[in-house]
């Protein structure tokens, strides 16, 4: 994973957007700007548990970054991104919130969504899973650096890398989380072009106009 391209790969398409703005941002534009941000620190904390060998917490990075994926393309493909995402900015929950369909707008049916033209996301989805809540994934994690009899007695052995990990899945897991963050730029170029052709971006102009903003 290089560094330094993931995160000018983000900042450079997230600046795109921000100049494509001619006008004023509007709700959706903060929250993908929002959405960056946390995807660069990601890349950020993912790298530097590579650096310590931290397999678990590459894990739950990796799965924060399709969390933001994921929130990202169910949320621009609502009616009117702009008003769910002025909600969100407000604090309310997305999971509460009902989508075009009818249904919860829930991480679960956001993958779902964002699965039917990635299918693979589905199955890293279900594995990341395992990774955030304590599951099985965890079990064999304790298994793998286990317990040890020492004296008569049991004794807990930690290991300070994830040596008990196969470099297969530490690949796996990098392609992962690569393909996952530069997914989040598509993502930004995909809103720029769509952004302008929406009836929703022209009535939160118009608010934004009679607000005396633009």
Known sequence: MNQDELLAS??????RMVDSCTDCMLPFDTYCAMATLRACECVRAYAALV???????CSIITR????????????????????????????????????RTGEKLTDGYLVKVLAQQNPWVQQAYDRLN???????????????????????????????????VQQKDKD???????????????LLDFWRNRRPQLAATQKWLGKAAAAGII
């Open 10 to 15: 983000l900042t450079g398409a997230l600046q």
């Open 51 to 57: 650096d310590s060998d931290v397999f678990t917490g």
């Open 130 to 164: 395992e990774s955030v809540h304590l599951s099985s994934f965890h079990y064999k994690i304790f298994l793998a650096q286990g317990l040890h009899t020492r004296g008569g007695g049991m004794e807990i052995q930690y290991f300070k890398n994830s040596s008990y």
């Open 172 to 186: 796996g897991l990098d392609r992962m989380f690569v393909k996952l963050t530069e997914a989040v730029p598509n």
């Open 64 to 99: 924060s970054q399709l969390d933001s994926l994921a929130r990202l393309n169910g949320v621009m493909l609502e009616p009117d991104p702009h008003e769910l995402a002025q909600n969100l900015i407000e604090g309310e929950p997305l999971r509460k919130k009902k989508g």
